[in-house]
């Protein structure tokens, strides 16, 4: 292949890529693989993973551009996480590119990037974002996810797209292509073992707070009111009232006149009520959620357990401090956040906080645990108005489809809304309003083959796709 052509190739890997996360068009994401493979195959590993290294890092460099919306409030420093993050996707590519750049099976190549997408989004340094199955959110597809979690979905699309690629130059592959669409599809339409268990009518409340006036204490009295009106609007009959991720710059369980708004709206509705807040408890430091009972008092609470490096805690404070810079990182983050013990549902209601939502083994410990609906607390007006919000809010579908649960998500400023159990879109808030949403959603029980076995069958189809495409490579003895 000319240098122009594994160009083209190259831009259009980036662009269907980034453009897959796009709402309505998902179907971008069949592509993208196939023009990886055409970019690296036949390179030899070092030119393989120098060409994923760059397309990969050019591909995370446009997805995590809504990164600079952080500019309002760390200034030129914001090219640092962003960099850094991009550099970091960008090895998985890398080594990706060294497979396929020296390897020219299509089962290979499928598997190694269903085993490299997994990879990256495991452990505490976990980044799931510009992933292959979230492109399937709003599809036909999306159910398969209940058999097999993201990595199902990752090497389905990755072996259409292998196969792609192979049939640019050998026609016969391009019938390949269609097994994995049409073995989803075929997934997706199987009973799943849940059932339903009734229905729980639950108000989200939005406040529409910009994040540059919520870290203003000068502006409490302002935001209280603004959840004392809201909360006004929660009509009676609702059984589960649910607020943002910290709500409010303050510690609620300690300052009781913040508290109070939400304390009484529990009164009035006789229901319970969800509601973010930071706890201290000697020297650590929790992001929290208190569950307030009917009758207004904190009943349970549950500490955030997957921390956001560098959002949430430093990496490495000692080494920071030993180089000086630790005074320059204390503007952004004076303290380390500490993890709460691992997520259970509080009574029947799988809670996680912010971009847990991103990580599928946290709501299947949930729903193993007895949660018969998920919700997701978070704070995304960090991110203002750009795609960050939407890509948060469709890992919720994925969340979703895996667990055979309900989702719903309650944000600052948007995305709060609903998915039902199968990732179907349900009714959501208009993005930088205030309001209310009252919805009834389903709530279920019983366990989807992915909560039972988690993704070791998933995990096991790819690396046997690797190790059958190595043993058709090995040269044959005559």
């Known amino acids: 292949m000319s240098v122009w052509l594994r160009a083209l190739s190259g831009l259009g890997f ?24 055409l970019v690296a195959g036949g390179a030899g590993w070092k030119w393989g993973l120098a060409r994923g290294a760059f397309w990969g890092g050019l591909f995370f460099m446009l ?20 960099l850094a993050l991009s550099l970091y996707g960008a090895l998985f590519f890398a080594a990706l590119g060294a497979v396929v750049g020296s390897l020219g099976s299509a089962f290979v190549w ?74 989803l599809a075929l997934l997706a339409s199987l009973p799943q073992g849940t ?44 059984e589960l009232v649910v607020a943002p991720e910290n709500v409010l710059p ?6 009781t006149p913040l508290l109070a708004p939400f304390q009484e709206a529990a009164r ?43 959002g949430e805690y430093l990496p490495g404070r000692g080494l920071w401090r030993r180089l000086g810079l630790e005074s320059l990182l204390l503007r952004f983050l004076p303290y380390d956040l500490t993890p709460g013990p691992p997520p259970r549902p509080l009574n029947n ?20 645990g007895g949660a018969e609906v998920l919700l997701v607390l978070t704070n995304d007006a960090w991110f203002g108005e750009t795609r960050f919000l939407w890509e948060h809010f469709m890992l919720g579908a994925l ?39 009252v919805a009834r959603v389903p709530l279920r029980g019983g366990s989807t083959p992915y909560v039972r076995w988690g993704q070791a069958p998933a995990l096991a189809l790819a690396g046997l796709m690797v190790l059958v495409g190595l043993i058709r490579l090995r040269p044959r003895r005559l």
Request: one cysteine or more.
């Open 14 to 37: 980036v662009l269907s890529l980034w453009g897959s996360f796009f709402p309505g068009w998902g179907w971008l994401g069949w592509l993208a693989p196939g023009f990886f493979y």
């Open 63 to 82: 997805e995590l551009a809504p990164l600079f919306a952080l500019g309002e409030f760390l200034g030129p420093l914001v090219v640092v996480p962003w």
């Open 110 to 183: 499928a598997g190694a990037w269903a085993l490299l997408e997994a990879a990256r989004g495991a452990g505490p340094w976990g980044f799931p974002f510009g992933a292959l199955p979230q492109t399937l959110v709003g599809s036909p597809f999306l159910g398969a996810a209940a058999w097999g979690g993201p990595v199902l979905l990752s090497l389905a699309v990755a072996w259409t797209g292998a196969a792609l690629a192979k049939g640019v130059r050998h026609p016969k592959w391009l019938a390949a292509a269609l097994i994995a669409p049409l073995s």
């Open 195 to 238: 059932k339903p268990t009734g229905e729980l009518s639950v108000a989200l409340v939005q406040s529409g707070i910009p994040q540059s006036e919520k870290l203003d204490r000068a502006n409490l009295p302002a935001m209280v009111e603004r959840y004392r009106e809201l909360l006004s609007r929660v009509p009676a009959g609702v």
């Open 250 to 255: 303050g510690f609620l369980l300690e300052e």
């Open 268 to 310: 009035r509705l006789g229901a319970p009520l969800l509601v973010g807040t930071g706890v201290r408890q000697g020297d650590a430091v929790f992001n929290s959620v208190a569950l307030l009972s009917p009758a207004g008092e904190p009943v349970d609470i549950y500490h955030k357990h997957q921390l956001v490096p560098f």
């Open 349 to 368: 209601f799988g809670v996680m906080i912010c971009f847990e939502s991103l990580f599928p083994g946290l709501s299947r410990r949930l729903v193993r």
């Open 399 to 437: 969340r979703a489809a895996e667990t055979g649960r309900a989702l719903v998500q309650v944000a600052q400023t948007g995305i709060s809304g609903v998915f039902l159990p199968g990732g179907e879109p349900g009714p959501r808030l208009q993005v930088g309003e205030p309001g209310v949403l």
